[in-house]
Antibody, heavy 118, light 108 residues
Framework: QVQLVESGGGLVKPGGSLRLSCAASGFTFGDYYMSWIRQAPGKGLEWVSYITITGSGNTMYYADSVKGRFTISRDNTKNSLYLQMNSLRAEDTAVYYC?????????WGQGTLVTVSS | EIVLTQSPGTLSLSPGERATLSCRASQSVTSDYLAWYQQKPGQAPRLLINVASSRATGIPDRFSGSGSGTDFTLTISRLEPEDFAVYYCQQFGSSPWTFGQGTKVEIK
């Protein structure tokens, strides 16, 4: 069955960096768009970024709130998705989910918590 | 950017009743690429409906989606105890993808 497991979350100071990883299994990773979505404590869902497949140029898209600070990438040989987060702010505090996209976000990981605080 | 507005914010209903949730887009959603998700406390969201009206795998037929263009609806025909949760719509027809703010369905 499809499994998505996020890791790399933790406590970081404002202005710091963090790299999230998402290990995928149970499907042909390279055939699907992948996405990151976040949820601040007690708030709704916010789409963060997605990356297309190699055949579409591995094109990356970002929410305005993270553009220029976050970078999404994928390694199809390792069945892994990444989110490099730089210049972190307090408002980036959230649970970060990775998800497989196939006409909607079909499968989700359990999430990893990122806390930005001094 | 397409802004999705969900209404009502909270829906108070009893088990067995019908729930009707609305999602309105600020501009037409390309190809009706509109999805609905259910989220329970402490859990990741679960896809219910994609492309406006297609039920995802394993989703009971009491859940149905309808609409096109800018107006979409999620209907739960008869609420079961496990259906009390927060529901989100999301458009993936154009970048940036966006979510609505959510509708909480609570027990009356």
């Amino acid at each position: 069955q499809v499994q998505l497991v996020e890791s790399g979350g933790g406590l970081v100071k404002p202005g710091g960096s963090l790299r999230l990883s998402c290990a995928a299994s149970g499907f042909t990773f390279g055939d699907y768009y992948m996405s990151w979505i976040r949820q601040a404590p007690g708030k709704g869902l916010e789409w963060v970024s997605y990356i297309t497949i190699t055949g579409s140029g591995n094109t990356m898209y970002y929410a305005d709130s993270v553009k220029g600070r976050f970078t999404i990438s994928r390694d199809n040989t390792k069945n892994s998705l990444y989110l490099q987060m730089n210049s972190l702010r307090a408002e980036d505090t959230a649970v970060y989910y990775c998800a497989r996209a196939n006409y909607g976000l079909v499968n989700w990981g359990q999430g990893t918590l990122v806390t930005v605080s001094s | 950017e397409i802004v999705l507005t969900q209404s009502p914010g909270t829906l108070s209903l009893s088990p067995g009743e019908r729930a009707t949730l609305s999602c309105r887009a600020s501009q037409s959603v390309t190809s009706d690429y509109l999805a609905w998700y259910q989220q329970k406390p402490g859990q990741a969201p679960r896809l219910l409906i994609n492309v406006a009206s297609s039920r995802a795998t394993g989703i009971p037929d009491r859940f149905s989606g309808s609409g096109s263009g800018t107006d979409f609806t999620l209907t739960i025909s008869r609420l079961e105890p496990e259906d009390f949760a927060v529901y989100y719509c999301q458009q993936f027809g154009s970048s940036p993808w966006t979510f609505g703010q959510g509708t909480k369905v609570e027990i009356k």
